[in-house]
């Protein structure tokens, strides 16, 4: 799918971790490029880290690091609306209203509470109701793209359902957002081959320290052909790794060097991580001034809540008198 062009767009990121390279081109990446033709919307979902991290200040730094990291690789505040969704309670008394246009099966068809009931787990609530909160997020903003994951498709197709659930009972007040699957660009391989995932502890980290980031990219499991031997470029995970910081020409040239022999995968991680380290020289010197200056980053995060909370005032207002709240 074509990106959109004079679109709103919105998307929320979970607050739950370091990022890696299969998060900045699998997502970040896309998000940052959306800011430039439209109006762009993005939030940091610590209502929704409430179901994974029990802890009160972890939840704050890794809700701080996504403002860091976002604005490390040029979100631009003035362009963009960054906020932190807890700064946004509007939406908690959205999920509310919708809740109660939401039936019960729509909500036990979904992933996340599907497999938690299919591993034994004891689901809360707040797990149950995620759908909900994110069909508030999204139809908060009247947006009309939602740019996800594949895994996030679901949840904007029950974001519709809601939304026509509350537009036949109340009248025509939501609009219905469609996702912009974000699948460009195939999943970024991690050090070991499987996908690159936090949880496989497989990751590079852009943001890590020089020497941690040696320390992944020197890493990455590669086959015990000999140096003179030939090797499939196709079966590399270096080699797709590589490439993510290669022109075509240039992955051209490496893969009939691959193929030639001769060539030492210890000197292929040695260029990448020369690679890496160029190409988020930037984002790396930005990130470490935003970090030795908290409170501009603060100051923005509280700009944005202000702006977005200007923005969704009109639909609020519609919300409540279409629904006979208030006065
Ligand atoms: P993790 O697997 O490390 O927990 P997340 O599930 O938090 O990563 O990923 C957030 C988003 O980053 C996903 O929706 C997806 O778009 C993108 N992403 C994560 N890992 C990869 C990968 N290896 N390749 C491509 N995109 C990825
Ligand atoms: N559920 C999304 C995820 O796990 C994060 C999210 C929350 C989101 N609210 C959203 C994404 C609204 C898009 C729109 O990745």
Redesign the pocket.
Known sequence: MKAPTGARILSG??P??IL?????????RQHIDLQEENDAIYFIADYHSLDSVRDAAERRKLSLDIALDYLAFGLDPERAILYRQSDLPEVAELTWILGTVTPMGLLERCHAYKDQMAHGGKPDFGLFAYPVLMAADILIHSANFVP?????KQHIEVTRDIAVKFNTTYGDVLTLPEPYI?EA??????TDGR??????NN?IEMFATAKQLKKQVMGTVTDSTPVEDPKNPDESNLFTLWSLFATGAEQQEMADRFRAGGLGYGDVKKDLLERVMDYFADARTRREKLVSDLPSVEAILKRGAARARDAVAPLMDRVRQASGLGA
């Open positions: 990121v979970k739950s971790g890696h390279l299969g998060n900045f081109f699998g997502a970040v996800v994951g594949q895994d996030q974000l660009l195939a999943t970024v391989p991690g996908k690159m995932s936090k949880s496989y990751t």
